[in-house]
């Protein structure tokens, strides 16, 4: 069966201008998450979307990012007006444990981002 | 919120010895705990996981202890190999449901 899927793989952009980053959760998982590694660094939370519930936006690190989820299906990152901080490794992960069951993550391999 | 601290951030072991890396953790609500090992160019992938009403809990070579008193937890991985060589991540799932990580630990296992 097929993982969580990540596209694109690498982007690269100029600053200022905004990105879109797309992840394709393993079907049937209610849960979704994004998280941002930086360069030799941990992984930093980004957001989480369960279900129909409204997103838990508090790892979101300014207002130039966001991101939506369409049902339990795909989610888009966006990061708009690029700043060579966001360079980074996108993370997007789902899980098929509803709110409190705990478990696994499935990871994707990742959305490589660099600003210039 | 949660805030968890891993140490150390690298740790280098020959063949067949132990290595071990511990985790701190603030958030006494917290309940599950799992280990996620991260090859180069992959994202992380579950290793060993324990939930807060258990001890210990032990697969093959790798097993994790959690002190909930402590707050804290640790993983030892027993006759490291070469594969073994990687980043690990502990991780905490808050009372929001959300996993909070540590900062890493970058494992090299020399033959």
């Known amino acids: 069966g097929a993982g969580v899927s990540q596209s694109p793989s690498n982007k690269v952009t100029e600053k200022g201008k905004d990105v879109e980053l797309r992840c394709d959760p393993i079907?049937?998982?209610?849960?979704l998450y994004w998280y941002r590694q930086r360069l030799g660094q941990g992984l930093e939370f980004l957001i989480y979307?369960?279900?129909?519930?409204?997103p838990d936006k508090s790892g979101l690190p300014s207002d130039r990012f966001s991101a939506e989820r369409t049902g339990e299906s795909v989610s888009t990152l966006t990061i708009q007006r690029t700043q060579q901080e966001d360079s980074a490794v996108y993370l997007c992960?789902?899980?098929?444990w509803g709110r409190g069951g705990g478990g696994e993550l499935f990871f994707g391999e990742g959305s490589r981002l660099t600003v210039l | 919120g949660e805030n968890v601290e891993q140490h150390p951030s690298t740790l280098s072991v020959q063949e067949g010895d132990s290595a071990v890396i511990k985790c701190t953790y603030s958030d006494s609500a917290s309940n599950y705990f799992p280990w996620y090992k991260q090859e180069l160019g992959k994202g992380p992938q579950l290793i060993i996981d324990?939930?807060?009403?258990?001890g210990e809990k032990k697969d093959q070579r790798i097993a994790v202890t959690l002190n909930k008193t402590a707050k804290h937890f640790s993983l030892h991985i027993t006759e490291t190999q070469p594969e073994d060589s990687a980043v690990y991540f502990c991780?905490?799932?808050?009372?929001?449901?959300?996993?909070?990580f540590g900062t890493g630990t970058r494992l090299q296992v020399f033959p």
């Open positions: 324990i939930r807060s009403n258990v």
């Open positions: 079907s049937g998982h209610t849960a």
């Open positions: 979307f369960q279900g129909n519930s409204a």
């Open positions: 991780a905490a799932r808050d009372n929001t449901d959300k996993l909070i």
């Open positions: 992960a789902s899980s098929p």
